[in-house]
């Protein structure tokens, strides 16, 4: 008995089955847009159905000659129903739909799973007729859109048109990274505006910055600046973004050390813990200060971000990353201090993973990689705090810099205690 199903259930028969399926759930919901009367679409549940079974059974008699064939007479069949049709509508989806469950029901003959996830994407896209409109034409700006344009372009086409090696002074400056890091900036920008549309200008700041502080909290507190800089009655909540993105990196640098080398985590973990703490409850200050926080900004949507802020950045990182090669032209490997502090600069989390590889290693002592990486967490909070200063001006780094200072002071107190 088990022999006759599988016999009877050759591919042949999936495939009838699975092209027969696409065409019912696609006319299904088609069906149920059709309308009543003589100005209803001539397209319903039997056409679909009976359109991708065509697709399907044409490529099993004479293959993608025929598939072609079929499909131009579905478009000519079409096109007479469009122009004959008395519907002021004058969309294309049914008749666009139609084509492609043709297609599909070709697919289905060759790869069903394929052609089955595809008919369903497509009568998700069906369904989602009035949420879709409602949001490109009454939740998204024209600014939205810009930004999106904007964003697009510099990630699919200014990106990969950049060289991807060192150049400029010391040979420090990779164009393709610097690029990077301006769509990175845009990105967590993006993150923050999203978070504001969907959590309100109150909430929505602190849990973007959080996110994205496992990305980069330098860029975050970047991005959190020009944000306050641009809509200063959300100073507080920027504030918390930009320290909760602190907690990020403390976590991350958690993760890599556990990853490395257990044995320099478990003297660090104090320090880490305290810093941390340090972190979490600044941030959870200024993410109450930013609930009571009221204005416009809440209800006028502008744009995802700044390119000026983020090409600024850049600059600045860049600055950054050209003192770190020359503080290495003129000191030298002259320590793993030295080299994690200036490394620090760019990273926290390279010269961490560099120290706790030679601790797994056996070339120094784990005790011995607590120096080195406080110096590279204590370095890159400068950065952080150069970054603050000019992304959001003085009224955001006076806010933010304090909490800063506090972080990295725990993370030094929890390394005494331990020594």
């Not at 769509?183 to 993150?191: D, F, S, W």
């Given at each position: 008995m088990m022999d006759f199903l599988k016999a009877s259930l050759s591919s042949e028969v999936v495939a009838i089955l699975v092209a027969l399926g696409i065409g019912l759930l696609i006319g299904l919901e088609?069906?149920?847009?059709?309308?009543?009367?003589?100005g209803r679409s001539p397209a319903g549940l039997r056409t679909f159905a009976a359109a991708s079974l065509a697709g399907a059974i044409s490529v099993m008699i004479g293959g993608k000659g025929l598939l072609a064939l079929v499909t131009a007479g579905i478009v000519a069949l079409t096109a007479i129903a469009y122009l004959r049709s008395k519907s002021d509508d004058p969309g294309l989806t049914s008749e666009t739909a139609l084509i492609s469950t043709v297609l599909l029901g070709g697919l289905a003959t060759q790869r069903p799973v394929l052609a089955a996830g595809v008919a369903v994407i497509l009568a998700i896209l069906l369904a989602s007729r009035a949420a879709m409109h409602h949001f490109a034409r009454s939740v998204l700006s024209d600014n939205e859109v810009k930004d999106a344009l904007i964003f697009a372009a510099a990630t699919l086409v200014v990106l990969p048109l950049l060289p991807n090696q060192p150049v400029g002074?010391?040979?420090?400056?990779?164009?393709?990274?610097?690029?990077?890091?301006?769509?990175?900036?845009?990105?967590?920008?993006?993150?923050?505006?999203?978070?504001?549309?969907?959590?309100?200008?109150?909430?929505?700041?602190?849990?973007?910055g959080f996110a994205s502080g496992f990305i980069s909290s330098t860029a975050t507190i970047g991005a959190m600046g020009a944000r306050a800089r641009r809509a200063p009655?959300?100073?507080?909540?920027?504030?918390?973004?930009?320290?909760l993105s602190t907690v990020a990196t403390i976590v991350q640098l958690f993760v890599v050390l556990a990853a490395t080398s257990l044995p320099t985590l478990q003297n660090l973990l104090?320090?880490?813990?305290?810093?941390?703490?340090?972190?979490?409850?600044?941030?959870?200050?200024?993410?109450v200060e930013g609930m009571r926080e009221t204005g416009a900004a809440d209800l006028q949507p502008g744009r995802a971000f700044s390119l000026p802020s983020a090409l600024l950045l850049a600059l600045t990182l860049s600055g950054v990353i050209v003192l770190s090669a020359g503080l290495r032209?003129?000191?030298?490997?002259?320590?793993?201090?030295?080299?994690?502090?200036?490394?620090?600069?760019?990273?926290?989390?390279?010269?961490?993973?560099?120290?706790?590889?030679?601790?797994?290693?056996?070339?120094?002592?784990?005790?011995?990689?607590?120096?080195?990486?406080?110096?590279?967490?204590?370095?890159?909070?400068?950065?952080?705090?150069?970054v603050g200063w000019i992304s959001g001006g003085r009224a955001f780094a006076l806010r933010l810099i304090p909490g800063l200072i506090l972080v990295i002071a725990a993370a030094w107190a929890g390394a005494i205690l331990t020594w």
């Open positions: 088609r069906e149920r847009r059709k309308g009543e009367g003589p002074p010391f040979g420090a400056l990779n164009l393709r990274s610097i690029w990077i890091i301006v769509i990175l900036v845009m990105a967590v920008g993006a993150a923050g505006h999203v978070s504001i549309r969907l959590l309100g200008a109150r909430g929505g700041l602190a849990v973007a009655e959300l100073l507080g909540a920027a504030t918390a973004g930009a320290t104090v320090p880490l813990l305290c810093a941390g703490a340090a972190a979490t409850i600044y941030g959870a200050i200024f993410t032209e003129v000191f030298g490997e002259i320590g793993l201090v030295v080299s994690a502090a200036v490394a620090g600069l760019v990273d926290t989390h390279s010269p961490a993973v560099a120290a706790a590889t030679l601790a797994s290693s056996g070339k120094i002592n784990p005790a011995d990689a607590v120096a080195p990486v406080l110096a590279a967490l204590s370095t890159n909070t400068l950065s952080k705090i150069v």
